[in-house]
């Protein structure tokens, strides 16, 4: 290759350019001049090579509202199928939900994105998945800034008294802490609608001003 030679672009489809556009633009320093984008996915196991995903849920977070109207919610077929996992996520082998292909669930869980920060609990397990699931269709990593809630909910047991710290934190955790029902717990969308209202209750708590106040470790 000659030394000035352009780099040939990466035949990749025409939505990832456009999720990637999004990019050119700076997130709003204010915390409340930006949208959260807050996500659970429900898969057949923890294995990143072996297992898939079933589902993902995703909720959007504006000015400290749940904009419940704007929710996201995609089943994705799949060849793979766990029985014990079943019990947990109840989505079964046989189910009537309409599936989607893994790769059109990619798309349009992109296109909802777009470069907004994403929120979840143990929220890299879920960015893995889906980079594993972008990774077998040909696509690149996800780009956007993340923010994990039990990470999150630690930094306020730092100005409490009253709560003692432990090693890890569940959803259940922060439900129970928070008085958050978990009517809809194992689904995707009602495991995201009660991370969203924890991050609430830890927003209230930290009292961040910048959205760099939350990103930073």
């Not at 079964?92 to 609990?121: M, P, R, W």
């Amino acid at each position: 290759m000659w030394p000035f030679a352009k780099k040939k672009p990466l035949e990749l489809p025409d939505f990832w350019w456009e999720y990637e556009e999004h990019f050119k633009e700076k997130l709003p320093e204010d915390i409340h001049a930006n949208t959260f984008v807050v996500l659970d996915s429900e898969t057949t196991g923890f294995s990143l090579t072996k297992d898939r995903m079933l589902c993902i849920g995703a909720l959007k977070l504006s000015d400290n509202n749940i904009v419940v109207k704007d929710s996201f919610e995609v089943y994705i077929q799949q060849e793979h199928y766990d029985s014990d996992s079943a019990e947990i996520h109840g989505i079964l082998k046989k189910s009537k939900k309409d599936c989607l292909t893994e790769l059109e669930a990619l798309k349009q869980f992109l296109v909802y994105a777009q470069n907004h920060i994403l929120v979840g609990h143990h929220i890299m397990f879920d960015i893995n998945m889906i980079n594993a699931a972008l990774k077998r269709n040909g696509l690149p990593k996800l780009k956007n800034k993340t923010l994990d809630t039990e990470s999150l909910y630690v930094r306020t047991l730092l100005i409490s008294t009253v709560v003692q710290k432990k090693e890890r934190y569940s959803l259940d955790d922060l439900a129970k802490r928070f008085s958050i029902s978990c009517k809809d717990r194992h689904t995707a969308l009602g495991d995201a609608f009660i991370t969203a209202i924890a991050f609430l209750r830890i927003i209230e708590k930290l009292k961040p001003k910048k959205i760099k106040d939350l990103l930073k470790k």
